[in-house]
């Protein structure tokens, strides 16, 4: 099915075409016709499926027919979509997105997002927006100064709504929830469906008395990409650094984004590459968000061929052709081993995903292992002997708190 078939107008189909886009992914053929007939949806999509196209195309649509029809023009500090994201980055991606599907329209947009002084957001939105793009925080600190008003909003989207909850953002969305007005259109996208994703999903859904929200869904639990080549090795937690260098520079890796649990872990790590001649940089919380932006940058042109990430800071983080991912810490949730190696591996491409575990991993693997229904290859590296044998994976393991 081409992008003609969905009932996109040709300046829309053009913007798309200009990107290269040829057709529509299944995210894509599923959630557009549903949100063009306004109804409100819960998808269930990983990243890199295509999603923000998803939601963003339809509502671009809908906006210029009504303009076209309507004659519609947009009051000060008013906005007509909000996108809710859980990273500063991610409002900087899906922002981008929206301006280049929309560069052939009368439509403006806009990313607001703490880290950066709000003078200059306040500036732009007192002439109005069409679309905003914004994380919870910084959407509240706004509306708290009469920056931004909600009566004339239509559409709330909330992006990556399992990594706001796992970021501790869910008052603040029931917060911005109660400001909003009660008839509007509700799309909520998600990489999991959680009990608490699905509460925000029934609290929003419960705004209008319509038909219930459809619920559609292109990630099957544990599925990674086939292109993906999956392999681990264990490891002592002592000799992970002098591992990770020495890989970099026997395999020869042209880029790898390597995830790490916590941010001072973070830094010692790119101190201890670079004591063995590796150039690397990191990306946490901590850091201002215009530095932030430049590693990106740097990362996504190649300049830098090493990123070490937090979990959290990585989120939202869209970098096209990717060719390596690190488990250098083992993440708590099979969810998450799921979407961290899933940003490589996209599109046809091929990817690899190499995960280092420890003998204090092992009840993680078995949980990563269960969902994804087999066991990661292993692989020794000769001069990394383990004092900590880890042992074969349990398939059928279950954690207590998931009994």
Known sequence: MPFLNLGLCNSILQAIDDLGYTAPTPIQKQAIPIILSGKDLIATAQTGTGKTAAFVLPI??????????????????????????????LAVQVA???AAYSKHLNLSSLAVYGGVDSEAQKQRLIEGVDILVATPGRLLDLAHQRALHFDELEVLVLDEADRMVDMGFVDDIYKIIDRLPKARQNLLFSATMTDD????????????????????STSPKATTAPTINQWLITVDKDTKSALLSHLINEQQWDQA???????HGAAKLVAQLAKRGIQADAIHGDKSQAMREKILADFTSGKLKYLVATGVAARGLDIGELSRVVNYDLPFKPEEYIHRIGRTGRAGATGEAISFVAMGDFKNLCAIESRLNHIIDRKEIEGFPVRKVVPVSILNYVRKSER
């Open 96 to 98: 981008a997105s929206v």
């Open 60 to 89: 671009l649509e809908t906006f210029n027919l009504e303009s076209f029809n309507k004659g519609r023009t947009l009051r000060g500090k008013r906005i007509r979509a909000l996108i809710l994201t859980p990273t500063r980055e």
């Open 197 to 216: 994703v699905r509460a925000i999903a029934f609290e929003f859904s419960d705004s209008k008395t319509s038909s219930p929200a459809v619920e559609i």
């Open 257 to 263: 984004l390597i995830f790490i649990e916590k941010k």
